[in-house]
């Protein structure tokens, strides 16, 4: 009998795990980011008159009108997610551990960064740890058999899904969804509750519905690998099912959706793993080469060279750069000349490819060698650093950080750590000229 329901199990499994991932583009957009893109604010001039190498400063962005403004997120520089189609980015990543915001909620929160309108939607205000108890006891929040949590309408409730946001996030641009990385349970619901108890905001008040949960996920049979949580646009709903093959890669990963493949790469330290969102199948893809050293390693993705680049993390002996080939699934260290930016952590700089003067640009916020350092893959070479203005932006952390191509500008939201005192500073590197236009559109 234990046989048969096992194999029950994992026939469920492979067919839920294909339900979640399917395209959303037939769905009447119902969401609060239906109406996006919104109408170019009177900023956007601004940000257009940027000459080579300089910043200004946008100032706080307009508050959610019932939720207020997004809270700095540490550990992230890619907190912020690009989403091009809706002119403006999702926030997404715990900051301080445990943290319970003013308003009530947990910061497991979900926001939108308005570009055109420079303002916060928030799509997911955390949760309430005053109501969870409740919730559970009217099981208007319960935890189905593979053990994702369940609002009463079916859709997936994230709680705590990840610790910071690191490298964990990105945007599938083809079906329209916002999609992140877990752990494994990725609810703060498990059958080892000490292991999450400490970096789950608002445990203590919500201790009697996790103790519910976690005695039915005892009964339950939950898989050993899941899909990506992912939010999406069209229906404003979460989503996250079982799926099959490999574990999520391990090592801090980078998450990149690879548009050309429609499909998503997670890039780890130990570890680089593909995932397959039609089939729901992760592959263990066990790349060649000199395994990278330390941990929580920015990087970011090359679309001309097809390769994911990674800076040395944590713990490691500053051996430079490193570039995972994924043509020949191989990792290489491209000891490139020139002085680099130092072994840093997502704490501390912000990585990101510029396809049109095909460059690798570094904003390196906190350590030893703070600026803007730039990559040349052609000739496998660092240019000269440049410098802070003194007058521009102060961090204290590595800026949650995107780069939108279509104004050719870098947006920094500074923020203390959980606080909601941020302000979005905008840098340009190089000015486009007519050539490069051309260029641009003809790509």
Partial sequence: MKR??????????????????????????????????????????????????????????????????????????KALILAPDLRGAFLFGEGVHGFVKPDGHAMDDLWFYDINAHRWICLYPGMNPKTFNQRVRDQEITIDDAGILREKDGWALPMHTSIHAWGNLAYDS??????????????????????????????QQMDEGLKLLEEKLKTSHPPTTYSPWSY??????????????????????????????????AVGSNTVTHFDPVKGHWTDLKPQGPEPKGWDAPGCYDSKRNRVYRNDGDGSKSEGLMAYDIATNTWSHLKPKGDGPEAMNTNGAFYEYDPLFDIVVVIQMKGSTPGIHVYHPQTNSWAAPLRFPADGP??????????????????????????????????????????????????
């Fill in 232 to 265: 999406d646009v069209a229906t404003g709903k979460f989503e996250r099912a079982p799926a099959t093959g490999a574990r999520p890669a391990g090592g801090f990963p980078q998450l990149h959706y690879l548009a050309t493949a429609k499909q998503f790469l």
């Fill in 4 to 77: 048969q329901s096992s194999i029950i199990i994992g026939l469920l499994t492979a067919i839920v795990a294909f339900v979640p991932i399917a395209s959303a583009q037939d769905k009447a957009p119902s969401g609060p980011l239906a109406a996006l893109p919104s109408q170019p604010g009177t900023h956007i001039e601004k940000i257009k008159l940027l000459g080579d190498n300089e910043w200004v400063n946008l100032g706080a962005p307009a508050a959610d009108p019932k939720w207020g403004k997004a809270r700095g997120s540490a550990w992230g520089a």
């Fill in 174 to 203: 083809d079906r329209r969804k916002f999609v992140f990385l877990s752990g494994l349970g990725g609810n703060g619901v498990s059958t080892n509750p000490e292991s999450t108890r400490y970096f789950l905001g608002g445990w």
């Fill in 394 to 443: 102060k961090f204290r952390f590595a800026a949650n950080t995107i780069f939108d191509r279509e104004l050719n500008a870098y947006f920094c939201h500074l923020a203390d750590d959980s606080a909601d005192n941020g302000v979005v500073w905008v840098y340009r590197l190089k000015k486009r000229s007519q050539g490069d236009r051309r260029k641009e559109t003809r790509g």
